[in-house]
């Protein structure tokens, strides 16, 4: 049986840049999608992946940023501005990772909503670590404050990987900052949403988006109304 909880996808080399934005002078809508390949993966030719989005959507139009991104042009905001901070990097080695080394043009383009849906990077074995050298929360922690000011909203998410203690720790950094905190289960939890590479096809990345939109609707509909 196939284990459709198994990141097959490398973390390295997953995208040239760190940060990439799309910046509109006119935007009342500023959103920063913080997320691994899932949010962003550039081409790999050699895994049979040649796209420029999130794996594993038939197109770009297809993945959860940009479905999120047309939603909210068409109801609220047709001049809204997005970004991308590819966190696959800090995942991968959050022990010694600074965010202000990878991430300030994120932090410069001053979202005032911020999606964080990561952790499928992380190494297994930190999940039975007894005193890993850093925690995990506590990179996250570091990694949200560093993007958002007080005025930003933030929303954090189980992963599409099924990781308890990731989890945990994301929320317990929810729950110390007021910010919302968004179920994955019914989609991290089903092989319907799993595509090339375990990744989410479009059926998942439909359903990521759903989830994620529904959570966001009401504050971006109180920033525009502002």
């Known amino acids: ?3 459709f ?3 097959i996808i490398p973390a390295f080399g997953q995208n040239p840049n760190n940060v990439y934005l799309f ?5 009342k809508l500023r959103i920063l999608f913080v997320g691994n390949s899932i949010t962003k993966h550039a081409p790999r030719p050699e895994v049979g992946w040649n796209n420029d989005c999130g794996m594993a959507a038939s197109s770009i139009e297809k993945d959860y940023v940009h479905l999120i991104v047309k939603w909210l042009q068409e109801k609220y905001d047709p001049n809204l501005a ?3 901070a590819q966190v696959a990097a800090y995942e991968r080695s959050f022990f010694e990772k600074t965010p202000s080394d990878m991430y300030y043009e994120a932090k410069d383009f001053k979202p005032n909503i911020i999606i964080m849906f990561f952790g499928a990077n992380v190494s297994k074995n930190y999940d039975t670590m007894e005193n890993p050298p850093k925690k995990f929360g506590a990179a996250y922690e570091e990694l949200r404050n560093y993007l958002a000011d007080d005025n930003t909203k933030v929303f954090h998410s189980e992963g599409f990987y099924i990781r308890p203690v990731l989890d945990y720790e994301k929320n317990q950094v ?6 919302t905190f968004i179920s994955m289960k019914g989609i991290n939890d089903i092989p319907e949403t799993h595509g090339m590479f375990n990744h989410p096809g479009d059926y998942g990345m439909e359903q990521i988006a759903k989830r994620f939109f529904e959570a966001i609707e009401p504050v971006a509909k ?3 109304m502002k």
Do not use: H, P, R
Request: glycine share 8%; proline share 0%.
């Open 1 to 3: 049986m196939k284990d």
């Open 5 to 7: 909880q198994k990141n």
């Open 82 to 84: 997005f970004g991308v």
């Open 23 to 27: 910046d509109n002078e006119k935007s």
């Open 174 to 179: 929810a729950e110390k900052y007021g910010d």
């Open 222 to 224: 109180a920033i525009v």
